[in-house]
C-alpha cells in the first residue's frame, strides 16, 4: 500500500533503517562472500570492479549481485533480486555500491564501498537535500583529496571514510579500441575522426527533475543545435572531414531529437547503447574530442589530455535550477566555452582542421585539482587497499 504522508513515511524508513542496522551488528559475516548492489544496471565503476574480480583471480571469493537488470553480468557472478539482496548484504564481508544502496549501516565487520559515479560539478545528495541520511557505507571513492570534499559534502560522512583511489571505471579508458574500429561499431564505417558529445540530463525521466531552461528554445533538447536544421549544418561539416559526431545521451535524460536523417551524426539514448554490447568507457577513450556541459564525464576524459568544448548557453537556467559545487563553475571547465552557433561551428571546424591545441596546461591543472594521480590501474589498487585479495 502507498503511504501518502511522507512524514510518516521517513519516520518508518528510519525505524526500519534502525532495527536492520541493528541486527547487521549481530549476524556473522562472511569474509569471502562479495555483494554487489545497483539498481540502475551493471555498468561504470560496479562493473568495471565486477569484471576484474569475475576475471578468474578472486575466485576465492563468492560474488553475488543483486540487480534489477542482468545484462552484462559474467557468467560466475550469482545473481538475485533486489529484494533478496537485502538478506545477502547482512551475510556479506564485502558490499559495492554504485546506484541506490540498502539502507542498513555497516557493521564494524564489514567493508562497504560507495563507488558512486562520478566527481559532481552540479549539486547532489546533501548539497541539494541536508536533512537526508546518504551515508550507508564505510568508504566513498573519491580520486582526490579536493574531490573527496565534495564527496564529503554529497553523502554527509566523515571524512576518514574518503577513500583515495582513481574510479575503476576509467580504467577503460586507456583499453579504448582505434577511433576507426569505434566508428565501425557505431555504424559509420566511413568515418576516422570521431567527437563524441555527452550531455547532462536537464529532464530526468524518473524523477521529473527539470534543471534548465533550455528544453523551451530547443526543439531537439540539445544545447546550442535546437533544431533538425542546426543538426544538418553541423552534419555537413563533418561529413567534409570524415568525422562522426557521436551524442550518447544521459541515461536520466528524455525527449531528443531522432537522428535518422543524419549520416555522420549518431544520437543514442542510454538503451540503444547497451545493445552494442561494449563499455562505454572505453568507447570514450576512442574519441578524439569531447563536447559537454556539467558532466561529470568529463573530469574523466582530462585523464587522456584531448580537446573539450564545453556547451553551457543555459548556465544561468542550471544555476538558479541546481547549482553548482564551484562558485564560478566556468573555471573549472578547461577548454573552449560555447554560448552560440558560430562559436560550435567555429571551434568544431578549428578541432577538424587540426589547429594548435591552447588549453593542455589549463587541462592539466583541473585535472590534478579532481582526478589526482589516477592510472589505468584504479580497480586492482582499490581491491588491494580494501584486503580484496586474489587466489
Known sequence: MLIKNKAFRDFLSRCITKYFSGLNRLIPKNPNQVLFYTNTGIKDNLKAVMDVMAAGEYDNYKLICSCNDTNGLPTSVKSISNPAGLFAFLRSGYVFYFNGKIPIKPSPKQTVVNLWHGIPLKKIGQMLYPDMDLDFATHYLAP??????????????????????????CDNLFLAPPTRNACILLGHSDCSYLIGWMPTFRNAEVSKICDSDLKKRSATGLPILHTTEDLSRCNELLKKHHALLWIKLHPNE???????????????????????????????????????DYSSVYFDY????????????????????????????????????????????????????????IYEEQRNAVREKYCGQTDSQATKTLLKKINLKGA
Not at 583529496?145 to 583515495?164: H, M, T
Not at 582530462?302 to 564560478?328: C, H, K, M, W
Open 254 to 292: 528524455i525527449g531528443l531529437v531522432s537522428n535518422k536523417d543524419f549520416s555522420n551524426i549518431l544520437i543514442q539514448t542510454d538503451a540503444e547503447f547497451q545493445i552494442l554490447h561494449t563499455d562505454f568507457y572505453r568507447m570514450l577513450g576512442s574519441c578524439n574530442a569531447l563536447i559537454t
Open 302 to 357: 582530462l585523464l587522456l589530455n584531448r580537446p573539450i568544448l564545453f556547451a553551457v548557453e543555459d548556465i544561468d537556467s542550471y544555476t538558479q535550477n541546481r547549482g553548482f559545487t564551484a562558485d564560478d563553475p566556468i573555471t573549472q571547465m578547461p577548454g573552449v566555452i560555447l554560448n552560440n552557433q558560430e562559436q560550435f561551428y567555429d571551434n568544431i571546424s578549428d578541432i577538424l582542421s587540426g589547429k594548435p591545441d
Open 144 to 169: 582526490s583529496a579536493y574531490s573527496g570534499q565534495l564527496i564529503q559534502q554529497v553523502f554527509g560522512c566523515a571524512e576518514n571514510k574518503i577513500l583515495i583511489n582513481g574510479l575503476p571505471r
